[in-house]
């Protein structure tokens, strides 16, 4: 099974690089999201809510709320509330969007409440960056997940603390943007920085066209001549995403998710000829414990005695010989060696060392 999942990963990367449209390589400069975050209240749970008397920030935040109503809470009022929790909203605005166009938010609890099922969350602003409000959010909560306790015992399926609102924002302000401002020059910036790509890329589009519209200013960003009226400019923005470009083969890179245990190779990968051992050591401590008793009526003390018992024994490990020249045949010199995924790390880290792995070593 080990040898299969590790041919299976490395095969989903083996395909060769073909040719892609534009769009899925690059994106032009100002056409971006923006993140907007909030702070609210969640009402109408059943007891699941914040212990208030941990978090004096809900009851602050409802005494704001209720004197912006009209309401006056007295001074030193200790209001058990079990219904209610403090939250943050977050939401992502769109580019292009405009005042009246609703949002996807995210609630998520930041005080101890148990549950946010069955609540509503009031009038929240949505604030960017900048501190401008760009959205208003208020609904009613899908959690996905459930509970349920008795007895001293309880049962959880996913987490409660959180929860979506499907179009639960309004868009009340729209991000200023003008393509084009400076006499219809855009940029389009790459995803992945690469001289070659970037040359392809202005090779592509000046053959589309049939003229130099596109220039390359480095590595990531190229420079298209646009036209000027609105129209005309989506219409030749448009017609560039769709510009079919061979991206170049992305350099030979070895990943090792440390956290995981993950093991991921392209297909650039090859191996020189190099010799490798592997033998693993373990040690077992087994500890027993006895009683030791004195006899009838003696003096002794009755003791515990410990007994430890220590074996070595380690997995015989020969040299065998590892190379390969593309991607399946080091695949098959890894899978000869029989190491684990953690192995296997130590393993590609020490054939980098001995300049027999040629490609780069990435360790997340």
Known sequence: MKRIALSLLILLLATPVLAAPLRELADFAGVRANVLVG????VGLDGSGDQ???TPFTTQSLANMFSQLGITVPAGTNMQLRN??????????PPFSRPGQRLDVVVSSIGNAR???????????????????????????????????????????NQQAGGRISRGAMVERAVPLELGRNGGLLELQLHQADFGTAQRVVTAINGEFGYPVAAAQDGRVIRLQGPTDSNERVNFMARI?????????????????????????????TLAPAAVAHGNLSVVIDTRFGV??????????????????ITISQQAGALQTVQGADLMAVVDALNALGATPQDLMSILEALKAAGALRAELEIL
Do not use: H
């Open 39 to 42: 702070y609210g209240l969640v």
């Open 52 to 54: 208030t008397m941990q």
């Open 84 to 93: 209610i929790a403090a939250v943050m909203v977050t939401a992502e605005l």
């Open 115 to 157: 549950s946010l099922r069955g609540g509503t969350l009031l009038l929240t602003p949505l604030k960017g960056v900048d501190g401008a409000t760009y959205a208003i959010a208020q609904g009613n909560l899908l959690v996905g997940g459930a509970g349920a306790e008795a007895g001293g015992s309880s049962v959880q399926i």
């Open 241 to 269: 995403e769709q510009v079919q470009v061979d991206p170049v083969a992305a350099p030979a890179r070895v990943v090792i998710n440390a956290r995981t245990g993950s093991v991921v190779l392209n297909q650039r990968v």
């Open 292 to 309: 030791s008793q004195p006899a009838p009526f003696g003096d002794g003390d009755t003791v515990v005695v410990p007994d430890s018992e």
